[in-house]
């Protein structure tokens, strides 16, 4: 098994319950009360583990978001007919539909942006 | 029996109509009722019939000008999209999804004129270095049914290993190809970022994922490699790098390639059986006339972290489409795996810890891709072990997050960095367990890597040895 | 309606998007025409379906526009730019995530003149817009239906800082941007269907030397005149809530037209959190200053600027040609028009601006019509005065009403000389003989 070496160099840095409570519903999971301990003792094990990320002197260090080093990749402003789908095409893998549209229950909450 | 025959040996064979496109079909579906029932490798055949009509159609229009790969079987990671046949990513949300649109990859196969038989088993979402975290039941190793086919492509690697197609495309984001073709005894290929177009592919992580080729050897990868490697429209992140003729660096002599062999890979716990393998590898790539180095890449060490926090983030961002309105079913079907790696992503890029853990890790990035340019100023490719561990029993490595997650140790750095590399058989272990290698290269160098395995493939023959189950199989 | 009451003073910013009228979306190639669709869901596609496996790439004329716009408005552009991802949840969303700009807008620090004083814009950036939710009750039952025919539509964002200080300022502003904007024919801006859509962060201060620790966002303002009847309304509330010592709550508030009033939407505990980060399937891009000099140089003259010139070159007055035109294309006619009025452009315009004439299809046959309206013909001075002697003798009365006092009858008798002569005269030339013939 790799280095326990690396593990033990680390602080500890632990998560609450309420945290991930709150990270769950951002991330529109529901999580049940076992699971939520589930989750809190893996991810306060991999989150320690992170704290490595967090130690490195990287200040003047610029990030890499991407590897491709192209840039400036554009397309041209037509209409592209062939990669468009009928709206059956569309609609075909939805559980419900209506007149074309889809559907969900009322959204009683106002759009959140 | 067809199936273990090389791409260009079954070419030649269908082209002196020696065999048809039907025999070979109808030899994939019968390995394919025999054993996927103990590998459990495919997700989703398709209809006999249908598969039938498309190789009687392909042996009538084979020509003398037909590519290599007119007719041939191959098999793709249910990760991609293909019009009018279920796409799962091996998730219980994608259950009976039904596109209505081909991924680019596939439809270049379709142009090539080869057999799509069907879609394979994975971990779901990419999300796993052992295949056991499908919602469609584990992979079984055809090397030992008791032990896991590695991960995320374990159900590609599998097929092949096992004779039910003639070659596959697999997904590799932080090793899914090169984990799988290892523990499997295949070879795989991880292209460069952007080698490949994504368009059509269930994205896991946007900024590490790379479509690639899987099959029995280093020249079969070549000729796959040619038919789907290029420029997409689709995918702004697909290369305009020219797309090399792969197969012409094959049976070009190796003497004096510099091969670098990263001293923080050998250092950490590894299987002793492992890294006498790579050793051996490294003697007989001498023996050809390569020169080995010691070459250093210090930021290895935290690439476990780095990799993680990037590919959570971005895996926690690409499956919030997943919201049952369009498509698919609702979000309490993730897997507990998914949700860790979801919650841990949102975490990472959430407000407050954004700057300390995703922004870090796109840092720590720079640093290891530095690393890895000076590297390479030294060597032209390096040479590592693909994983620190031999296949596992079932059931060992998915009830230990952290220890799931360390054994993707080697591979990593490569998908964070962005460069090729290329997986294949190495040898075995006491117990007849395969080992594998990776020869990783620089940017768009391909066609030196495949240079470089072919050479050590005809020198060698790990890649040959059939799997344990094809021997009490007929 | 005071913007100073006590000491209050309105900070009011705008932030106003805008979608842009290219062919196709802004990540994908399917038809931008949400507006004219005749059913739902028929331009749509993996990309703006928020499919799996679907993946954007960036529509250059919407990149191009969006700068344009900038430097029509004095923007600075930032020569190394990207898109974010912007998270959160919502059914009209179809990737979870809205393609954005965070931190390098396309375009920053620009400026919107007004009588009232200039609004500096804070920044110019491009995003993909959502599909379209609808309520509905089916079966019964309460549903939102939705259609992503609008969705990954471009939307232009443009933000300005809070140096609105009144709703009257506010409306001007909004309008002067939608005339650029229309006049580079980049977006059609039509309010009534949310082509163009108002929001406002309103406060008070009574030291305009501070900002406010607090900033309320109205949103779903859909006209000019509801701009200033949010803002007027939230001033009012806001100043009581002041009054009694209290901060107003930092929320969002929705505008409802038919009271006037805004209301409280749900106020959230959590602010949002949209987790920014650059969007990996796009590349960035690095632009050169030759690049944007180039697209600086096809930039039309701008309205403000043509407004000048013919002020100058042709001494027509600013509120007439401020009305005259909207588009490009009929400020290049009425250019052609005022060369080929030379010292008559003036009273030209102020007659167009008037309505005393119509502006024809082409400069030359509008020049015609009014040479032809205003050419006077030359009479023999013994047949005006024949005519005059005509309608004097059959208009006995009122020649006795007029020498006793009324003398604006004098109009009449022209009116009545001019239909008697039965030609455009000199009007001038009959005054002179009518006065005479009596006096």
Redesign the interface.
Known sequence: MPDSGILSLVKTAKISQDLVQKIARLAALNPTQKQLQTYQDNLDEIISYMDEVKNLNLESVPETARVLEEENIFRDDEVKTENMFSQKEALANASRTYQGYFVVDKILENKEE | MLLNKSIKQLAELLQAKKISSVDLVLESLSRIEKLNPQINSFIKVKEKKELLKIAERLDQSRNKDSSVLHGIPFSLKDA??TRDLQ?T?ASKI?HG?????N?TVYQKLIDANSILIGKNNMDAWGHGASNENSDYGAVKNPWDLSRVAGGSSGGSAASIASHMVSFAIGEDTGGSIRNPASFCNISGLKVT??RVS??????Y???LDTIGPMAKSVEDLSFILEAIAGKD?????S??QKVDQYSKFLGQDIKNKIIGLPEEFLA??IDPEIKMAIEKAAQELEKLGAKIIPISIPTA??A???Y??IAA??T??N??????????QG??L?S?EN??R???G??????GY?D????????????L?QEYEAAFKKCDVLLAPVA??LPTKLGELINN???N??AD?YTVTIN???VPSLAIPAGFSKNKLPIGLQLIGKKFHEGELLQLGYAYQQVTTWHQQPASILKHAK | MLNKSDNYQLVCGLEIHAELKTKSKMFCGCKNDPFSASTPNIYTCPVCLGMPGGLPVANKKAIEWTIKLGLALGCKINLFSKFDRKHYFYPDLPKGYQISQYDLPFCYEGKIDTSFGPVRITRIHLEEDTGKLLHKKIDGQEVSLIDFNRSSVPLIEIVSEPDIKSGEMAKEYAKNLRAIIKYLDIADCDMDQGGMRLEANISLTTNPNKLPAYKVEVKNINSFRFVEQAIAFEMKRQQEILEAGETPAQETRGFNPNTGKTFSQRSKEDAADYRYFPDPDLPPFRFTQAQIEAWRSELPELPAAIVKRWQEKFGIEPRYAQVLFKSKTKAALLDELWTLAKEQAPKLANLLANKKIKLGKTALATWNDFQKANTTEQIDTSELEKVIAQVLASNAEAVTRYQGGQTQLLNFFLGQTMKALGKKVDVKQVLEHLSLALS
């Open positions: 991609y999209i796409t990513a994608l999804f039904t596109p209505k649109f991924a970022y952007g994504r368009y059509g592919a269930i994205a992580a946007s900024s429209q689709l995918d702004a992140s290369s305009q950490t716990s060490k935290k476990i972290s780095i993680y926090l983030s971005e926690s961002s499956l919030a489409r997943y919201d049952s309105v369009r498509y698919g979000r309490s993730f507990d949700c860790r979801i919650i841990l949102t975490y990472a890029l959430s407000a954004a300390k853990l995703y922004k870090n890790a796109q840092k720590a990035r720079t640093l891709i620190p561990i997050p952290l220890q997650m360390l140790l964070i960095v962005g």
